[in-house]
């Protein structure tokens, strides 16, 4: 079995049963994960612990996925964070807003959490090659 790096997967996402499968999901494919259901509480739980990596949703109730992509990137401590946005918005124009605010990569819902966890070793994987290189 391979081997994950240390630490958590913060899984954002206002539908509180979707967040509740994909924490389970990426549990039972070897990740540790948490998920909240706001992008304030996103914030908060950021203020305590520090993720591996995040799977955000944009369209939140009280603050956008979006919001909190620029706050991230925007601060030293989590510019480089792996970010995978996941949103009920198509494809088409999901993934180039998603992109070009500063995503890793996006998915469209309903993502798998095979889909997910396959992208967040990809992404983790790369970051641990630019660190050693």
Same mark, same amino acid.
């Given at each position: 079995? @391979?081997?994950?790096?240390k630490g958590k997967v913060l899984v954002v ?12 999901? *990426?549990?039972?494919?070897? +990740? ?7 992008? &304030? !509480? ?5 203020? =305590?612990? =520090? ?14 996925? +979006?919001?909190?992509? &620029? &706050?991230?990137? /925007?601060?030293?401590?989590? #510019? @480089?964070?792996?970010?995978?946005? %996941?949103?009920?918005?198509?494809? /088409?124009?999901? =993934?180039?807003?998603? %992109? ?7 998915? !469209?819902?309903? #993502?798998?959490?095979? &889909? *997910? !966890? ?9 970051? !641990? ?5």
């Open positions: 079995m @391979e081997t994950l790096p996402d206002d539908d509180q049963d979707l967040t509740k499968l994909l924490v389970m999901m *990426l549990g039972g494919v070897g +990740f540790q994960a948490e998920g909240v259901y706001t992008g &304030q !509480a996103a914030l908060e739980w950021l203020k =305590r612990e =520090r993720p591996i990596a995040i799977i955000l949703d944009i369209m939140m109730p009280d603050i956008s996925g +979006f919001t909190i992509l &620029q &706050q991230l990137r /925007s601060d030293d401590s989590t #510019a @480089e964070l792996p970010i995978v946005m %996941l949103s009920s918005k198509p494809e /088409s124009t999901g =993934r180039p807003a998603s %992109l070009a605010a500063g995503a890793d990569a996006y998915f !469209a819902k309903p #993502a798998t959490a095979r &889909q *997910l !966890a396959d992208e967040l070793k990809s992404l983790l994987a790369k970051r !641990a090659t630019r660190k050693l290189g």
